[in-house]
C-alpha cells in the first residue's frame, strides 16, 4: 500500500503563489501522477497531470496558472501555483494513477485576503 505525504499547503492571498511537495512510498518512475483537490461540499476533481515522459495537461480553471513538475531522481511531484484564486482553496492530494485507491492526507490550500 503506497504512502502518499502532501506539504508546502498554507495561507496566501488571492494573487499569491505556492509550492507544493508530493512524496511518495513508491518510486514514480514509469508511472503518471497526478495533483487533485477537494474543496468543501464538493467531489475531488484532477487538476494536473504528469506522464512519465514530461507530457502535462490541466483542468480548464487552472491552466496559465498551476504547472505540475516532477524529478525522478528525488521522487518528488511538484504543483507550482501562481495567480491564486480564492476558489483554488481545498485539499490538495496528489497520487499516481495506479494508486488511487489510496489517498494521503492532502495539504491544506487557503486563499484569502
Known amino acids: 500500500q503506497v504512502r502518499l505525504v502532501e506539504a508546502g499547503g498554507g495561507l496566501v492571498q488571492p494573487g499569491g503563489s505556492l509550492r507544493l511537495t508530493c512524496i511518495p512510498s513508491?518510486?514514480?518512475?514509469?508511472?503518471?501522477m497526478g495533483w487533485y483537490r477537494q474543496a468543501p461540499g464538493k467531489q475531488r476533481e484532477l487538476v494536473a497531470h504528469?506522464?512519465?515522459?514530461?507530457?502535462?495537461n490541466y483542468a480548464a480553471s487552472v491552466k496559465g496558472r498551476f504547472t505540475i513538475s516532477r524529478d525522478d531522481a528525488r521522487n518528488t511531484v511538484y504543483l507550482q501555483m501562481d495567480s491564486l484564486k480564492p476558489e483554488d482553496t481545498a485539499v490538495y492530494y496528489c497520487?499516481?494513477?495506479?494508486?488511487?485507491?489510496?489517498w494521503g492526507q492532502g495539504t491544506q490550500v487557503t486563499v484569502s485576503s
Open positions: 504528469i506522464l512519465s515522459d514530461g507530457a502535462t
Open positions: 497520487n499516481g494513477d495506479i494508486w488511487t485507491n489510496n
Open positions: 513508491r518510486s514514480i518512475m514509469n508511472i503518471a
